[in-house]
């Protein structure tokens, strides 16, 4: 057994429980209904089918005998379906944080929880059409010159998914930098109506700033590497260079749930009424704002 898919299948494990345990705080606390936590449930959700996916994988390539194509192609659809949506779940969130700032004053009126759950399904099924395509014929199972370090995802349409990924994290990277913008005026127009000093309004900005590079930062070091080995390596490259690489990328929906969901004061308190009961003195009640990204 290689100590590479252990590490994934150990990863995958830890994905699953820690999504998890987001998905039960959401589904649990009736306050957490908005359509920024539908978002939020929809990015551990399909973070818990990447860790099921890796854990599937590792059981069909060591612990199914006779080997199965249906079992390898099904779980390398889950793979491909499970990343898919994490990745357009967080393009979702990002876009929500936009319009969030850009239509401040109409964002609550248009994006009501239906419109959310439309889109959200829409995407999801856009996902599940992707992870169906190893077993309608996007597979080199039957010519094994033509694999990419994605088996059994053939080279062309492992290079079509690594392209359509960067497009998408440019338009991320193009939105939040929109995002830092108008955050950054928002903060200078609330520090000129009520007369703050320049360090509040200087601080506002850097938490800001910090936010969106912890957002794009991991991001970027997680999956970049991993797209950009997928457009040049085949399956004749050493094994290792892919583990390597896709490890990192695979801890990125480790890391989601810090990002995304354990830092929001709701699910805080959520998490602290569930696990303790109660709510720490020290925690800060205030309310989040543009500024704060």
Not at 76 to 90: I, K, T
Not at 102 to 121: I, K, P, Q
Not at 239 to 260: G, R
């Amino acid at each position: 057994v290689s100590p590479w898919d252990i590490a994934l299948c150990a990863t995958g494990t830890a994905v699953a429980g820690e999504n998890a345990l987001v998905l039960a705080v959401l589904f649990y606390t009736p306050s957490l209904r908005a359509p920024m936590f539908l978002l939020i449930g929809s990015l551990a959700l399909a973070d818990l089918l990447a860790g099921l996916g890796l854990v599937a994988n590792f059981a069909v390539r060591y612990l199914l005998r006779p080997p199965s194509e249906a079992a390898e192609l099904a779980a390398a659809g889950l793979l491909l379906a499970a990343f898919s949506a994490s990745v357009c779940s967080l393009l979702a969130i990002t876009v929500d944080r936009y319009l969030s700032l850009y239509n401040a004053l109409t964002y609550h009126s248009e994006r009501t929880l239906g419109f959310t759950c439309a889109m959200v399904l829409l995407m999801w099924l856009l996902c599940l059409g992707v992870g169906l395509l190893p077993l309608l014929g996007w597979n080199c199972l039957r010519d094994q010159s033509s694999c990419s370090i994605l088996r059994p995802v053939t080279k062309d349409n492992a290079a079509v998914l690594a392209v359509t990924f960067l497009l998408l994290f440019a338009l991320m990277m193009q939105l939040y930098l929109q995002i830092c913008k108008i955050a950054f005026r928002h903060a200078q127009q609330i520090a000129v109506q009520h007369q703050f000093i320049a360090t509040a309004q200087a601080g506002s900005t850097r938490k800001g700033l910090s936010t969106l590079s912890l957002i794009l930062g991991t991001f970027a070091l997680c999956w970049i590497p991993f797209a950009i080995y997928s457009l040049v390596a085949d399956s004749s490259y050493p094994a290792v260079y892919t583990y390597s690489l896709a490890l990192p990328a695979t801890c990125n929906s480790l890391i989601n749930p810090i990002i995304y969901a354990f830092r929001n004061p709701d699910i805080q308190k959520s998490l602290w009424l569930a696990c303790c009961g109660c709510i720490p003195s020290t925690f800060s009640s205030r309310p989040r704002t543009s500024s704060d990204v």
